[in-house]
Every structure is written in C-alpha cells, then in structure tokens.
C-alpha cells in the first residue's frame, strides 16, 4: 500500500533555532511530492512541489529537498509566525490528480 | 483574491439529518477536489471531480455520501443519513487546469460538522 510518513509529530523550536522536518514515502512510481503548510482552522496552504531526487525549492526561511525515498523541509532561523502544521502530499504516477497526504508535523517557534 | 468559498463553516446537526455542503471553486479551476480531515486519519480525498464530471470517488463511503457539480461555480457534498462518525472538518480545493495534475491545490477553508 503506497504510504506516506512524517516525522516528527510535533516540533516544539527557539526562535532563531533550526531544524528539518521529514516525510518518508514507498517507493512506487511517484510522480511529485508537495508541501503544505495549514494554520488552526484553515485549509492547507500550498508551498513547494519537488518532482526529481536532487530536486531544491526555497521560500523565505523554508527549503524543501528530495531524495529518492525522502524529502525534508528544513526550516532556518524560524519565528514564531512559522508556527503551523505542515504536511507532505504525494502524487503517483497511477493516481491521476489524487494526493496522499501525511499525517503532518506541528511546528511551535517560542519567541 | 481568487479563493474557494465554502458553505456552511460550522454545522452541527442530530444523527438521521440530511446535510448538504457547498463549495464555489476560483474561477477558472476545473478540477473540484473534496477532503474530509479528522484527527485520528488526517487528511483523505473523498471525491474529485475535472470539467463537471466524476474522476474518482473512491474515498467516499458511496450508500450514505454524494457528491455533484450542478455547473462550473457549484459543488456540493450531501450527506444522508448522517452518522456521529461523519463528524470531521470537510474541504473543497480547486485546481487550475495546468496545475491540477501538478498537485497544486488551492483550499477553501472549510465546514466543521458536528453529527450529535
């Protein structure tokens, strides 16, 4: 069963204080990997699609990497406004436009 | 600002009751998407539609949900009769025509269901 996995649960960061963020997947046929970030009580917010191992995309003091069973969004000198829970979502290549979504890591940044 | 609007926010209702949620996609956005997201399995696609018409609704428990888009600007999610179970907070997300297949998604921000 294609599956997709995040950790940790819950990050609880310093401002200032970096850190990465994983989302591990089974390898079969994917065809792009996304990240989004949602707020308590909003819908999901779109931030990075990565399509190929070695694939980088950066937005302010996020960057998302991928490798061929992983991907990481790390996050640099954060501030309290990154506070959220970001979730992993992958596209297969026999799953036309349906993602799979993780289970997400809270992030907490105390000022 | 394009966003995708959606109707009711809150519901709360009694075991047996029909509810009926809707959706209005950004203009332009041809493929619907409709999630449910609970804490216990996060977030799961229901159902999604491109131009109107079904591509997949194998998400969707299909003897008490239904799913429809009525025209471009409309799509709605009934369920009937509903259960306790069915609580959760329900999303609609649109997606461009070059975007869709690309995964990129753009979320309204939700009807949180209670079922009593």
């Known amino acids: 069963e294609d599956q997709v996995t995040q950790s940790p649960e819950a990050l609880r960061l310093q401002e200032g204080e970096s850190s990465s963020l994983n989302c591990s997947y089974t390898?079969?046929?994917?065809?792009?990997l996304f990240w989004y970030r949602q707020d308590p009580g909003k819908g999901p917010e779109f931030l990075f699609t990565l399509y190929s191992a070695g694939e980088e995309k950066e937005k302010e003091r996020l960057k998302a990497t991928l490798t061929k069973k992983e991907s990481f969004l790390h996050i640099t000198a954060p501030k309290p406004e990154d506070s959220a829970t970001y979730l992993c979502a992958v596209q297969w290549e026999t799953s036309g436009s349906r993602l799979t979504f993780g289970e997400g890591t809270q992030l907490t940044v105390n000022p | 600002d394009a966003r995708v609007t959606q109707t009711p926010r809150h519901k709360v209702t009694e075991m047996g009751q029909e509810v009926t949620m809707r959706c209005q996609p950004i203009l332009g956005h041809n493929t619907v998407f409709w999630y449910r997201q609970t804490m216990m399995q996060g977030l799961e696609l229901l159902a999604y539609?491109?131009?109107?018409?079904?591509?997949?609704d194998s998400g969707m428990p299909k003897d008490r949900f239904s799913a429809e888009m009525p025209d471009a600007t409309l799509a709605t999610l009934k369920i009937q009769p509903s259960e306790p179970r069915d609580s959760a907070v329900y999303f609609c997300a649109s997606a461009h025509p070059r975007l869709a297949a690309q995964g990129t998604q753009y979320f309204g921000p939700g009807t949180r269901l209670l079922v009593l």
């Open positions: 539609f491109r131009n109107r018409a079904p591509l997949d």
């Open positions: 390898v079969s046929g994917l065809r792009g």
